[in-house]
């Protein structure tokens, strides 16, 4: 079983930056996509960002311009720069992991909040 270990989330005021980071316990040849999700209070869960095998990406478009997802060569790591971070960005992140199978696991979340 896929283990995620998420970190990297907190307070920031409005403008401020944090980095998400995602460990995935598999072998890097069952890498099929890895990202991140997140969901407010009151609010359905939304993708953010995703990288795929092959390197592409994909944003919502609300974080266009200020997210940027990467990953370590060969690795099941992945990053989320999140830069001019504002109130609505405020929610729990969640990671989650897809191997080649299409099996997705997800991590227990990581709590951003930004003030205003």
């Known amino acids: 079983q896929v283990q995620l270990m998420e970190s990297g989330g907190g307070l920031v005021q409005a403008g401020g930056s944090l980095r998400l980071s995602c460990a995935a316990s598999r072998s890097p040849f069952l890498f099929y996509a890895m990202g991140w999700h997140r969901q407010a209070p009151g609010k359905q869960r939304e993708l953010v960002a995703a990288i795929m095998s092959g390197g592409s990406t994909r944003y919502a478009d609300s974080v266009k311009g200020r997210f940027t997802i990467s990953r370590d060569n060969g690795e099941n790591t992945v990053y989320l720069q999140m830069n001019n971070l504002q109130p609505e960005d405020t929610a729990v992140y969640y990671c989650?992991?897809?191997?080649?199978?299409?099996?997705?696991?997800w991590g227990q979340g990581t709590q951003v909040t930004v003030s205003s």
């Open positions: 989650n992991f897809v191997d080649r199978y299409r099996t997705t696991t």
